[in-house]
């Protein structure tokens, strides 16, 4: 019976084979996070995983080469290869283009966070991030998802979106948004859409934090056909009290990204 048991939970996609999937991620994710070699006991109170389970881990991705063990110290630490996993990705979704230049200027001018972000189904992703260097911030992990409704970025993102579009997509972000007081009166977030379309740019305060503020634009490329945008964040009164120079330098950075060959075709949209 034990034996029968054994083999049930070994079946590749089956619950146990996708929960060990997504705590090696988890565990690959902390370390990006934290920077620092770790002991196995800190990994696991970290992740809230057993200490059985941790070991296991740990020991299979030390085998596969994505971690370091060094046994004097008794701590982990990623190898370079997690960073082969993706070190192809900004070529092939940015190609030659400016775009990642002009994330850089832009946090250059204003030290703010500054992200590029598009749309994931009904989500907002956070493609790429570059952490504020003020005193009081707000940070947000790369690759973060966010209903597209929960954010100024996703507002701007679904303005390039037909009425019909944007309404299916209100829709199913409603039902994919955890908390009920979250979600959106329809009518109303169609009415800021409508209000946004053209103009290229949208900001907001307190949302998708409390005390936060939001500026950002719509860059003229498109990833794997999806519209993109680059916003700046930060604490709301430093946000109202550079609001102009702010943008002024997001639209300045958005004029100077020029489409490239290895991009889709530019979004129609003037700066």
């Known amino acids: ?3 029968a048991v054994t083999k049930s939970a070994a079946v590749p996609g089956g619950p146990s084979t996708v929960k060990s999937a ?23 109170l970290a992740l809230g995983y057993p200490p059985s389970s941790t070991t296991v881990l740990l020991k299979t991705l030390v085998t596969m080469g994505y971690l370091n063990y060094d046994r004097r110290m008794r701590v982990y630490f990623p190898t370079p290869k997690v960073t082969s996993l ?11 283009s400016r775009t990642l230049e002009a994330m850089h200027d832009v946090h250059a001018a204003t030290g703010e966070t500054v992200s590029i972000g598009t ?13 504020s260097i003020h005193p009081l911030r707000f940070h947000v992990d790369e690759g973060t998802l966010r209903p597209l409704t929960q954010s100024a970025l996703g507002w701007l993102l679904m303005s390039t979106m037909s009425d019909e579009k944007a309404d299916n997509i209100i829709r199913r972000a409603n039902i994919a948004t955890p908390n ?12 800021r859409i409508r209000k946004i379309r053209g103009k290229g740019w949208c900001s907001a305060e307190n949302i998708p934090i409390l005390g936060g503020g939001t500026i950002c634009v719509l860059l003229p490329v498109t990833i794997q056909s999806q519209p993109v945008v680059l916003g700046l964040g ?16 997001l639209q300045r ?15 129609g949209v003037d700066f």
Not at 119 to 131: C, F, G
Not at 180 to 191: C, I, P, Q, T, W
Not at 234 to 249: K, M, P, S, T
């Open 86 to 96: 993706g070190d192809w990705i900004p070529r092939t979704l940015f190609g030659n």
């Open 22 to 44: 997504l705590r090696a991620l988890e565990i690959l994710q902390f370390f990006m996070n934290v920077r620092q070699p770790r002991a196995m006991s800190e990994i696991g």
């Open 1 to 3: 019976m034990q034996a």
């Open 119 to 131: 749309t994931n189904d009904v989500y907002l992703q956070y493609v790429k991030i570059v952490q």
């Open 253 to 267: 950075a958005a004029r100077s990204v020029k489409k490239d060959n290895d991009l889709e075709q530019p979004v």
């Open 234 to 249: 930060g604490a709301a009164e430093r946000i109202r009290q550079n609001f102009d120079r702010y943008l002024a330098v």
């Open 180 to 191: 009920a007081s979250d979600r959106v009166k329809l009518s109303d977030m169609m009415d």
